[in-house]
């Protein structure tokens, strides 16, 4: 069974940075594609960034390219999500995913329960 957990989401000023990790917990990480979405209020969930197993792929959406990197770590079993330059338009509940195959939808099979980042203007 995959357990995903979230942390490092806060409240940061316009322009400041967080870093967001995931820990995953079960077997085979790196077997697992890994997914960070965000849902702001009265809005759907939306794709943010995503790497392959190896991290050799990685993608993001353009409203964040530039100001996001996402990477992970095999050894801890845990990705990141560095973001930068943050605008308030960024204000969401940032979820983690993983699946077996790498995606753009939300239709991973494993979800996090979301971390909280709140941007002031």
């Known amino acids: 069974q995959v357990q995903l957990v979230e942390s490092g989401g806060g409240l940061v000023q316009a322009g400041g940075s967080l870093r967001l990790s995931c820990a995953f917990s079960?077997?085979?990480?790196?077997?697992?594609?890994m997914g960070w979405f965000r849902q702001a209020p009265g809005k759907e969930r939306e794709f943010v960034a995503v790497i392959s197993w190896s991290g050799g792929i990685r993608d993001y959406t353009d409203s964040v390219k530039g100001r996001f990197t996402i990477s992970r770590d095999d050894a801890k079993k845990t990705v990141y999500l560095q973001m930068n330059n943050l605008k308030p338009e960024d204000t969401a509940v940032y979820y983690c995913?993983?699946?077996?195959?790498?995606?753009?939808?939300?239709?991973?099979?494993?979800w996090g329960q979301g971390t909280q980042v709140t941007v002031s203007s």
């Open positions: 995913a993983a699946d077996l195959r790498l995606s753009h939808r939300p239709q991973y099979a494993y």
């Open positions: 079960g077997r085979s990480f790196s077997n697992y594609a």
